[in-house]
């Protein structure tokens, strides 16, 4: 059972190696590098100890005491204690404008953490944060990571190299953008409560190589080459299960995968009855049953199936041609002569760049431009490379009209990282939508569960009504398995968790 080297092969590069990036590639590597004060159980939900035995919440709800494990230590041999949990978090918090380093969304209302002793850290908030705890299981927000990387500028934190943590594996090397290889450490004997096994990891590396080609990654699998290809297409779901393989499909807990109008661009989606309308014209049971598979479920909420305290949309996500035709109507757009629908001498065109990140997306936006121009709307589909994707959207031309994406965190306050205007403010409104702003933060003060089932039920029902996003299907990662690997798994957000893993040549 022990022993063995696992290959890994990716569709995406690896780009950035920073804690907080969520780069689909480079976080099924980092989960494996990093530890956090708590493991969440993926299907459950529960908070589980992890580098931390036990916590107390104040009364007041505005402090996080953590009481640590000994004789836990970094790669480096340098002790897992109170005070690098401190730097770890005061990091996160306030960021660093000297190194570079943002404050991190996901801290929210933080005032900064105590070394109350060696092994017990105090972690303090001035507003309450219900949240808080599940950051702390958090691959983006809660992983600890030594001295010697927390002094790294921003660039140096990029590095992979870098990193020096306490998780069952470290870097052995790096080739570029296309590949890194991890090796096991032997010492390593904190893993999270409810793992399969203790002490070191079975597999003695891990070597994650970037392949763009989906045939290639399947094909590998069937020589033996790949034990693990990630995102698998729904067209090959079926060959992996005939050659031998095994599909095995994980529930990305967070925002379902949507489409978010950007409200600062000029393009007509600034218009709510065209928002509604596009709403109404998304058919999303056509989108599952054509171009996805069984292992992407048709969505039923803002949030994906599985995350806490998920709300039902209701029919709120009902196909309505008739509906969007109305809609559109009363905003004053009229069918021309092609069938597309004209305002003030202009077409109704939106233009939407497709998200490399996504195996499916291609496919999804190309049904999607169908069903659209149904209702009379042109869907224009602009393909790019993944840098110049990032580029683009950073540049923010007036005509990015919608972008596709996913936050993904196994808890709703994932809401508020993502509306609020003073967070990452995914609508981009240059006039921050107040009862949004507000909705999204007072479930986040909320502790009593049907409450706050309540608080988050009225954010999913403002989206909705505005508008403000259009829910394509839940995220799934879909991984591709060799027979000889047994015990895969991932944390909450399905990213690979390779502790227990093992190969059976």
């Known amino acids: 059972m022990y022993g063995g080297t696992l290959n890994f092969y990716d569709p995406v590069q690896y780009t950035a190696w920073l804690p907080t990036a969520s780069i689909w590639s480079n976080s099924q590597v980092t989960n494996n590098l990093a530890d956090r004060l708590t493991w969440q159980d993926p299907e459950s939900g529960e908070v589980k100890p992890w580098l931390a035995k036990s916590w107390e919440i104040s009364q007041d709800k505005l402090s996080y005491t953590f009481t ?17 949990v401190k730097a770890n978090y005061d990091q996160h918090g306030f960021g660093d404008k000297a190194l570079g380093i943002p404050a991190d969304s996901f801290f929210a209302n933080y005032t900064g953490s105590e070394v109350v002793g060696p092994l017990t850290v105090k972690v303090n908030f001035s507003k309450p944060n219900v949240g808080f705890l599940q950051v702390t299981s958090f691959y983006r927000a809660g992983s600890i990571l030594a001295k010697p990387f927390l002094e790294k500028d921003l660039n140096g934190q990029g590095q992979a190299q870098n990193w020096i943590a306490s998780g069952p594996f470290v870097v052995e090397s790096v080739n570029g953008t296309t590949g890194i290889t991890l090796k096991r450490r032997e010492d390593y004997n904190w893993a999270p409560t409810g793992s399969g096994h203790e002490g070191r990891a079975y597999l003695e590396r891990v070597v994650f190589k970037t392949v763009p080609e989906a045939g290639t990654r399947v094909g590998a699998l069937q020589s033996g080459e790949a034990h693990i290809s990630r995102n698998i297409a729904p067209y090959d779901e079926e060959t992996v299960g005939a050659q031998g393989g095994r599909i095995e499909a994980f529930p990305v807990q967070g925002q379902t995968n949507k489409l978010s109008p950007q409200l600062d661009s000029t393009a007509p989606i600034t218009d709510k009855n065209v928002r509604l309308a596009l709403q109404a014209a998304t058919n999303r049971e056509e989108i599952n049953q054509t171009v996805l598979s069984p292992s992407y479920p048709i969505p039923g909420s803002i949030l994906v199936q599985g995350t806490p305290q998920r ?12 509906k969007a035709n109305s809609l559109l109507e009363q905003a004053g757009w009229k069918k021309g002569s092609d069938g597309i629908r004209e305002k003030d001498g202009k077409r109704l065109r939106i233009e939407i760049w497709i998200a490399p990140y996504y195996q499916v997306a291609q496919p999804v936006l190309e049904l999607l431009q169908s069903q659209w121009k149904k209702a009379g709307v ?6 790019t490379s993944l ?29 508020r990282s993502a509306y609020d205007s003073t967070a990452t403010n995914e ?21 009593d569960p049907a409450k706050r089932a309540l608080a988050v039920q009225a954010i999913q029902d403002h989206l909705l009504a505005e508008g403000y996003m259009i829910p394509l299907y839940d995220e799934t990662q879909v991984f591709g398995l060799a027979p000889s690997v047994h015990g895969f ?3 909450s957000t399905a990213r690979t968790w390779l502790y227990d893993t093992w190969i059976a040549e």
């Open 68 to 84: 640590l494990r000994e004789g836990v230590t970094f790669s480096n041999g340098d002790p897992v204690d109170a005070a690098i």
């Open 311 to 322: 709300p039902d949309a209701g029919d709120a996500l009902k196909y309505d041609l008739d």
């Open 378 to 383: 042109e869907l224009n589909i602009n393909a």
């Open 387 to 415: 840098t110049e994707y990032e580029a683009t959207q950073t540049a923010r031309a007036d005509s990015w009209a919608l972008v596709q994406g996913q936050l993904s965190r196994a808890e709703p306050d994932v809401l």
């Open 427 to 447: 609508l981009h409104n240059p006039t921050p939508d107040a009862k949004l702003d507000e909705l999204v933060r007072a479930q986040a003060f909320e502790f």
């Open 489 to 491: 798994g991932t944390e």
